[in-house]
């Protein structure tokens, strides 16, 4: 009874969401989540051993495993939070082709104050434990690596994705990048136009693939 109770509670809920108040971020995820399972959005991409990815924002590792088991690419793995940074840098440390980096990608060189919250622990939102960590300039770090090019960067920072695509477009560097799978966080202050102003920039050498606003997008080079 408990859980019949539930399952028409979770229905009621969901129509709200759905048809009734719109819930854009809801209704972004629950069509990604839809089409993604027909799709595999997140993972389908024209890879070789030879392509170079970043996945910015790596948590624990779980979508760069499925890109390594796939495609075994070489592969930059940043995450600035240090407790998944050691488990990326266990799983990885036999494997060549993987570098993993105790840094996020941002807009500045600096250390910020994360809240931690599993693969949802973000700078900008959270009230539970926090540590600082710390965050690079996205351009002065693709410089450094000597990337010239990149054939998938996926960022899902929480929040790091705005100030580290402008400093891409800012220094030309989004020429570079083949597809971009990006995750725009909606609780980060003036998202909407920042969102806007990056997609302006964007659209100047890629088209959009797919666009699930606030969830998940991606851009191919034209």
């Known amino acids: 009874m408990r859980h019949l109770f539930w399952k028409i509670r979770h229905s009621i809920k969901r129509f709200i969401k759905l048809y009734v108040i719109r819930d854009e971020l809801f209704i972004a995820r629950t069509n990604f989540k839809l089409d993604n399972k027909e799709q595999k959005l997140r993972t389908t991409y024209p890879l070789t051993p030879d392509s170079v990815v970043f996945d910015v924002g790596a948590y624990t590792g779980e979508w760069a495993d499925e890109i390594i ?91 790091g994705e705005y100030g580290a695509l402008r400093r891409m477009l800012s220094a030309d560097q989004v020429k570079m990048c083949e597809f971009f799978h990006i995750q725009f966080h909606v609780f980060f202050p003036n998202s909407r136009s920042l969102r806007e102003q990056i997609k302006a920039g964007l659209r100047q050498t890629h088209e959009c693939v797919y666009d699930y606003p606030f969830f998940f997008e991606n851009w191919k080079r034209k």
């Open 69 to 159: 088991a796939l495609y075994n690419p070489y592969l930059y793995a940043f995450e600035p939070v240090p407790a998944f940074y050691e488990q990326l840098r266990k799983k990885y440390k036999d494997n060549p082709k993987v570098r993993v980096f105790p840094y996020g990608l941002d807009g500045e060189n600096t250390e910020l104050e994360i809240t931690i919250d599993d693969i949802s622990s973000s700078v900008y939102r959270g009230n539970g434990e926090k540590v600082r960590v710390p965050v690079r300039r996205a351009d002065e770090v693709i410089t450094e690596l000597g990337v010239t090019e990149i054939s998938l960067f996926k960022i899902n920072n929480e929040g």
